[in-house]
């Protein structure tokens, strides 16, 4: 479990593909503090870490992961965000989330505000049940509150920090991202549709 809370941004050094599966050399400062086996989430994917060596660790995405993200994107040189899952000794800045992403987006606008940015995204309509104006959202892996909501398309505010310390800072129209809806959310729809 994560919060959407980034803790650094990571580069992709390596990328070797093995029959259907792809495995990532990740370099980032957290590499150091990294164990083989944790969970790691990249944009919001999460993944197992297998490796860890000379400031990279390593991680494996499988067909699955790789045909419902976008990590099939990634070339050598991407930045991913990065987040160690929860601690539940601390304070749950962000949303609950899961690592387990929903679906893919495209970034239709990158607006710039005079100190502040808004991103706005289209995404598959099937999804719209699980979004909410101002609710929270899962973009990359950050936790988001959405707003000017419609049934395929919503909006982010992105404050200096955020812009700063994330992958947001190179996303730009047309590129896709990694979305993760509120679990809650997910929760209450399963129960809705099985009551119909």
């Known amino acids: ?3 959407g809370i980034i803790e650094r941004t990571g580069k992709i050094k390596e990328i070797i593909h093995a029959g259907t599966n792809t495995s990532f050399w990740v370099e980032s400062p957290l590499a150091t503090d990294l164990k083989i086996d944790q969970s790691l989430s990249h944009n919001g994917v999460c993944l197992t870490v297998e490796e ?9 995405a499988i067909a699955e992961t790789l045909l419902k993200t976008s990590l099939g994107t990634w070339i050598e040189g991407t930045v991913v965000n990065l987040e160690r899952c929860m601690q539940l000794n601390g304070r749950l ?11 893919t987006a495209v970034c239709d606008e990158v607006t710039e505000k005079d100190g502040s940015w808004e991103y706005s995204f289209s995404f598959p309509g099937e999804f719209a049940c699980f979004i909410i104006e101002k609710g929270s959202v899962t973009v990359n892996g950050i936790s988001l509150t959405c707003f000017n909501v419609t049934n ?3 909006t982010v505010a992105i404050i200096p920090y955020t812009f700063e310390h994330t992958n947001m800072n190179s996303i730009s129209k047309n590129d896709i991202v990694n979305i ?3 679990v809650v959310g997910k929760y209450v729809q399963r129960i809705h549709s099985l009551k119909s």
């Open 93 to 103: 800045d962000g949303h609950i989330v899961q690592g387990h992403v929903d679906c």
């Open 152 to 154: 395929n398309r919503f």
């Open 1 to 3: 479990m994560f919060t």
């Open 180 to 182: 993760e809806w509120d």
């Open 52 to 60: 860890v060596k000379n400031g990279m660790h390593r991680v494996t």
